[in-house]
């Protein structure tokens, strides 16, 4: 099975730390700690010597290349004229939403002509270029984010290996801890443990210590840890606006449950601005928020573990086939084979526990900058729901 048909089928509540039925790397074999020797910012080890490789972490050297103009434009953008890289991409989605208006209006109007069956057909190929488009605008705000941090994304792996060997350094370990709360990285830090068998007090030898894993299972955790980062910002933003609410309605005498949707707390002063613009009034996907003013103010963790089915479906799914494309595309960028983008069944890596910790940290992150950029289009540009 392929990466991008297995991810689509791994449960979200299977990776939360309290809820994981198996752990996918435990059977991580590792051998005798040897020396690891390392290039500028990315080293490939083999026996114990380096060599050059293509694997750069520099510009936008991510595994994911724009395909439309507009992807390619933004990205030119970002490298050259940051600051006004909010202003390029707002033109842009506004460009995307009136050309696919416009000819959804025209097909509208020509219905019973002779000419209904062109202006349809021009519909269709006018929403699949703005839904292109649209894809490489989130992967672009997706670096935008990673950048803020000063962290690149990892490049195609097929760049990055010698003798079937793999080390990632400078790990960004903080920098890509530093984007969570502190009840967030608790949950992150036990996810970690769960797929990995990290330890937080492990040492220099056993976090290099060479270890072998199959590529597809790799795969399979990266893409379980996307989504993860997504429900963990989802889960995050719904459980901090229960509370606010909460301590408005204890604050104003208000007893009993209400109903309350997000778009009706921007004026709470609530922190819903992924990208550092005001995000319009639309409601987000948290969706509805039961209000209970006797409910206690709990942990994260146990907050989410209080979860029926529905409600971990709601924070856990991207909400935009938007979104769900653009994992598939960079997880098939980012484990598939340079030439053909196949990913390999039977492949293993060689590498350490310190750099399977960096990937699975940097997918936790994108699925969470995921979650923003989602948010952000949406004010400008109606998304496909999921």
């Given at each position: 099975?392929?990466?991008?048909l297995?991810y689509?089928?791994?449960?979200?509540?299977?990776?939360l730390?309290?809820?994981?039925?198996?752990?996918?790397l435990?059977?991580f074999?590792?051998?005798?700690?040897?020396?690891?020797?390392?290039?500028?910012?990315l080293?490939?080890?083999?026996?114990?010597n380096s060599?050059?490789?293509?694997?750069?972490?520099?510009?936008?050297?991510?595994?994911l290349?724009?395909?439309t103009?507009?992807g390619?434009?933004?990205?030119?953008?970002?490298?050259?004229?940051?600051?006004?890289?909010h202003?390029?991409?707002?033109?842009?989605?506004?460009?995307?939403?009136?050309?696919?208006?416009?000819?959804?209006?025209r097909?509208?109007?020509?219905?019973?002509?002779?000419?209904?069956?062109?202006?349809r057909r021009?519909?269709?190929?006018?929403?699949?270029e703005?839904?292109?488009?649209v894809?490489?605008?989130?992967?672009?705000?997706?670096s935008?984010?990673?950048?803020g941090?000063?962290v690149?994304?990892?490049?195609k792996?097929?760049?990055?290996?010698?003798?079937?060997?793999?080390?990632i350094?400078?790990?960004?370990d903080?920098?890509?801890e530093?984007?969570?709360?502190?009840?967030?990285?608790?949950?992150?830090r036990e996810?970690?443990?769960?797929?990995?068998?990290?330890k937080?007090?492990?040492?220099?030898?056993?976090?290099?210590?060479?270890?072998?894993v199959?590529?597809?299972?790799?795969?399979?955790v990266?893409?379980?840890?996307?989504?993860?980062?997504?429900?963990?910002?989802s889960?995050?933003?719904r459980?901090?606006?229960?509370?606010?609410?909460d301590?408005?309605?204890r604050?104003l005498?208000?007893?009993?449950?209400s109903?309350?949707?997000?778009s009706?707390?921007?004026?709470?002063?609530s922190?819903?601005?992924?990208?550092?613009?005001?995000?319009?009034?639309?409601?987000?996907?948290?969706?509805?928020?039961?209000?209970?003013?006797?409910?206690?103010?709990?942990?994260l963790?146990?907050?989410?573990?209080?979860f029926?089915?529905?409600?971990?479906?709601?924070?856990?799914?991207?909400?935009s086939?938007e979104?769900l494309?653009?994992?598939?595309?960079?997880?098939?960028?980012?484990?598939?084979?340079?030439?053909?983008?196949?990913?390999?069944?039977?492949?293993?890596?060689?590498?350490?526990?310190?750099?399977?910790k960096?990937?699975?940290?940097e997918?936790?992150?994108?699925?969470?900058?995921?979650?923003?950029?989602?948010?952000?289009?949406?004010?400008?540009?109606?998304?496909?729901?999921?």
């Amino acid at each position: 099975m392929d990466c991008g048909l297995s991810y689509t089928k791994i449960c979200l509540h299977q990776s939360l730390p309290f809820k994981v039925k198996t752990t996918l790397l435990s059977s991580f074999s590792s051998s005798t700690p040897s020396s690891v020797g390392c290039r500028r910012l990315l080293t490939v080890v083999a026996s114990g010597n380096s060599r050059s490789s293509k694997c750069e972490f520099s510009g936008l050297n991510a595994p994911l290349e724009p395909t439309t103009p507009t992807g390619r434009l933004l990205s030119t953008v970002l490298l050259n004229d940051r600051n006004n890289f909010h202003v390029a991409v707002q033109k842009q989605l506004e460009h995307l939403a009136y050309d696919r208006d416009q000819a959804l209006a025209r097909m509208y109007l020509s219905f019973g002509s002779d000419e209904a069956f062109l202006h349809r057909r021009i519909a269709e190929v006018k929403e699949l270029e703005c839904q292109a488009s649209v894809e490489d605008i989130m992967y672009i705000l997706i670096s935008y984010k990673f950048s803020g941090i000063r962290v690149h994304l990892v490049p195609k792996l097929s760049k990055c290996m010698y003798n079937g060997r793999l080390e990632i350094w400078p790990c960004r370990d903080w920098e890509l801890e530093s984007i969570h709360s502190c009840e967030v990285l608790e949950m992150v830090r036990e996810h970690l443990t769960i797929v990995l068998g990290w330890k937080e007090k492990s040492n220099v030898t056993d976090n290099w210590a060479p270890t072998k894993v199959q590529k597809l299972q790799l795969c399979r955790v990266y893409a379980a840890s996307v989504l993860f980062g997504y429900f963990l910002k989802s889960a995050s933003l719904r459980h901090h606006l229960e509370q606010k609410v909460d301590h408005i309605n204890r604050d104003l005498g208000i007893a009993g449950s209400s109903q309350l949707l997000l778009s009706e707390l921007r004026s709470l002063g609530s922190e819903t601005v992924p990208f550092g613009r005001i995000s319009g009034t639309r409601s987000t996907s948290v969706g509805r928020i039961p209000l209970v003013r006797e409910k206690k103010q709990e942990k994260l963790k146990y907050y989410v573990m209080s979860f029926d089915a529905e409600t971990l479906q709601m924070c856990a799914k991207p909400k935009s086939k938007e979104a769900l494309n653009l994992i598939e595309k960079h997880i098939y960028a980012l484990f598939g084979d340079e030439k053909t983008g196949l990913i390999a069944s039977g492949g293993v890596i060689s590498t350490s526990l310190a750099s399977l910790k960096r990937i699975v940290l940097e997918a936790i992150a994108f699925g969470s900058f995921l979650w923003d950029a989602e948010e952000y289009i949406r004010t400008v540009y109606q998304l496909k729901e999921n």
